[in-house]
């Protein structure tokens, strides 16, 4: 070391030991891989074998996640798009009306005057008169609070339904008291109208409606007893073969007609018999 010279530069090299590339993990990715594509397989089959309501609704969510695109319902109040009401959920439909009139205030009064069945041409929603009147004061299409609570409570899961309404009244056969030209067909279509007006105010939406009808006494609900008060009744059927029609496309063939004749048309009643 003497030997050195000061000005002279000693070089020290140090090699560092390399570590090899972790190869672990790959597994992991190829996992996960598979995991999701069976979890696509799986959505898949089950999309295929799903009823044709499930679908649309399905596709309805990944067009418009929000749900903001369109409301069903009352101007005020619109309610969503539902799933559309078919032979399979006939009952859950029920149950959910059911449920809802539980929470209307002082339904135990109501209870025996309304009953909710399932027939063939649908839901049936049949509100009965009491001997006193209970959804229309007497001899009138003037509906009570009972009636307009009551559809107040209802109109809102009607509402979530796409299907098309049925409005029926009916009278027992006891002849109307007040002037000839008014009979019992005006006031059986009169007290269907009032209750198309108190759904429609409340959830229903205008296109839903598909008919209100007038009856009379020709569809005594107890013909061995034709003026039995439970005879004057409005009926409410829910179709579930019949969904409610798509918006005419602005522009299109007619449209101008139909925008003639809108509104023009409030209800349907029987032609009155002959005396």
């Known amino acids: 070391m003497a030997d050195l010279k000061e000005d002279s530069i000693i070089v020290i090299k140090k090699k560092k030991s390399g570590h090899g ?8 990715v190829a996992y996960a891989d598979f995991v999701t594509a069976m979890m696509s397989l799986f959505i898949v089959l089950w999309l295929t074998s799903s009823a044709d309501a499930v679908k649309k609704s399905v596709a309805q969510y990944f067009n418009d996640p ?3 695109a369109e409301k069903t319902g009352s101007l005020r109040n619109g309610s969503g798009q539902g799933m559309p009401l078919d032979a399979n959920n006939l009952d859950k439909l029920k149950d959910q009306l059911l449920q809802a009139e539980r929470e209307m205030p002082n339904f135990d009064k109501l209870k025996n005057q309304v009953e909710i069945t399932e027939a063939q041409d649908g839901l049936r929603i049949e ?22 609570g009551f559809l107040r409570i209802i109109a809102p899961q009607l ?3 796409q299907n098309r309404i049925s409005i029926e009244g009916h009278t027992d056969s006891v002849p109307y008291s007040g002037l000839g030209v008014y009979t019992n067909w005006e006031l059986s279509a009169d007290r269907a109208n009032a209750a198309r007006r108190l759904l429609q105010a409340n959830g229903v939406g205008t296109a839903q409606v598909g008919q209100v009808r007038g009856f009379a006494d020709q569809m005594l609900r107890k013909p061995q007893a034709p003026t ?3 005879n004057r009744r409005v009926t409410l059927i829910v179709d579930p073969g019949l969904p409610v029609p798509a918006p005419p496309t602005p ?25």
């Open 127 to 148: 509100l009965l008169e009491g001997d006193k009147g209970t959804f229309f004061q007497s001899g009138s299409a003037t509906p009570t609070d009972a009636l307009s």
């Open 228 to 230: 039995d008060s439970s």
């Open 21 to 28: 590339a972790h190869h672990g993990g790959a597994w992991k």
């Open 159 to 161: 509402g979530k339904m």
């Open 66 to 68: 929000k749900g903001t």
């Open 251 to 275: 522009g299109g063939e007619g449209s101008e007609e139909k925008k003639e004749h809108a509104g023009t048309e409030v209800a349907k009643a029987v032609p009155a018999k002959e005396e």
